[in-house]
């Protein structure tokens, strides 16, 4: 029996996505057993699983192979293609921006039949792409089994059927040292916009930035703001085209306070992703905006010692959204509705998303199990709050990623506002000009 883990997956397509991960390659045949139904899983409370003959998968994963999630994933596929004789070629792209290779491989008609990446993009971006699943995951062991939050949002998100599984709960919120807050003397998190400014000033005196951001994540710093400034409504508005809206400007002077007063630190204004969260990991900036992930991605720069914090963006304005309104969400996996393998590939979700394996990568990650009783890791604890807590969910970014233009004048105009360069109004300015 052989199985592909490959890492370069050539077509045609690879002289148009230029310098990518590659595309997917014809799929390598291989000999199943006729008919073959195997016998339980011997990890969790997972049913039999069914596969069709000589089943030939081939996965897009938005992780790169070397990132944790990508060898435990690895790992996993190796023991699911040993134990049920079928073979997982896998796209290991993730390095290279499966958001940017994964649509037009899709649209080529690539042979692809499971992907996963965030819950959103998953079930709004490429959408038209999946299968339901609701009868398969209706009669699988997951049902019952898995966060039902997390679950119900696929569902909402896929149009009312389930077309996704969900895997890594996630929240984002701010995230922050409580060594720096301790070193500060800072004991308990600002649960006001005037206990958050009076945080950063104890840090600032302490000799710690406050705040930093990258340009990764600056889109996503400004649309939680404006919802802080003027709610989640007027946000979506300014996302979607209302570029002169007086909450772009209210919310510039919010931002442009914080520079002023030193609060976010300047090497931000050039901060290319991932050099912000790093700067938190290396004790020299207390807070950023981001995600449950982030412990993760820089577990190996922190210090032994070094605990990880997080609470909701307090309400800025009177107009503003609270510490109730927040993103969370998931990694969702979805199969190709042209899968000439959908058993096969839904026993291998089953497969990745229950038992054994769920537990491991949640564990090698310092993330969170699908599973409705699992519990969160210590430095997540917090933001296992802010969810329990948040009655209204905010779009990823709250929309203010959906619009290249959009994206790009925020990034453009707030590096502008860190740097010095533009004042607050220049920054409304420059955004009401936004050509869709």
Do not use: H
Request: with cysteine; net charge negative.
């Amino acid at each position: 029996m052989k199985k592909v883990l490959s890492g370069v997956l050539a077509s045609v397509l690879a002289l148009s996505l230029l310098a990518s991960c590659g595309d997917s390659k014809d799929k390598k045949g291989s000999q199943g057993d006729a008919g073959k139904t195997p016998e339980k899983q011997e990890q969790g409370d997972a049913d039999t699983l069914e596969v069709e003959e000589g089943a030939e998968l081939v996965y897009w994963p938005m992780w790169a192979e070397t990132e944790p999630q990508g060898r435990v994933i690895s790992e996993a596929i190796e023991a699911f293609s040993d134990k049920y004789d079928v073979d997982v070629e896998v796209n290991w792209a993730g390095g290279c921006d499966t958001r940017k290779t994964l649509q037009p491989a899709l649209d080529a008609g690539e042979t692809i039949d499971l992907f996963d990446e965030d819950v959103e993009r998953v079930n709004v971006t490429w959408g038209e792409y999946l299968l339901d699943i609701q009868s398969m995951y209706d009669a699988s062991s997951l049902k019952g089994q898995q966060n039902e939050t997390l679950i119900s949002l696929a569902k909402q998100l896929g149009g009312g059927s389930l077309k996704s599984v969900p895997y890594q709960p996630s929240t984002f919120v701010m995230m922050y040292s409580k060594n720096a807050f301790d070193k500060a003397g800072i004991e308990e998190v600002p649960a006001t916009w005037d206990e958050f400014l009076d945080a950063c000033q104890k840090l600032s005196d302490a000799g710690i930035i406050p705040l930093t951001t990258d340009d990764a994540y600056m889109a996503a710093f400004f649309g939680y703001f404006v919802d802080r400034v003027a709610g989640s409504e007027t946000a979506y508005k300014v996302a979607g085209g209302d570029f002169s809206n007086p909450a772009v400007l209210e919310t510039a002077k919010v931002l442009e306070e914080l520079v002023e007063k030193n609060y976010i630190d300047p090497r931000a204004a050039s901060n290319a992703f991932p050099v912000g969260q790093g700067n938190v990991a290396d004790g020299s900036v207390a807070m950023c905006m981001n995600g449950t992930w982030l412990p993760n991605e820089v577990k190996q720069q922190t210090a032994d010692d070094f605990k990880w914090g997080s609470f909701a963006l307090p309400q800025i304005k009177p107009e503003g959204d609270g510490p109730e309104s927040n993103n969370f969400g998931a990694q969702c996996f979805g199969i190709n509705k042209d899968t000439e393998y959908p058993k096969a590939t839904f026993a291998l979700i089953t497969w990745l998303t229950s038992g054994e394996w769920d537990q491991k990568l949640a564990d090698e990650t310092l993330g969170v199990p699908m599973g409705k009783d699992a519990t969160w890791p210590e430095p997540l604890q917090e933001a296992k709050a802010v969810i329990d807590n948040t009655t209204q969910r905010l779009n990823w970014a709250v929309d203010m990623e959906n619009d290249s233009n959009v994206n790009a004048s925020i990034k453009e105009n707030f590096a502008k506002l860190i740097d010095g360069s533009i004042d607050a109004q220049g920054f409304a300015d420059n955004f009401a000009k936004i050509q869709k």
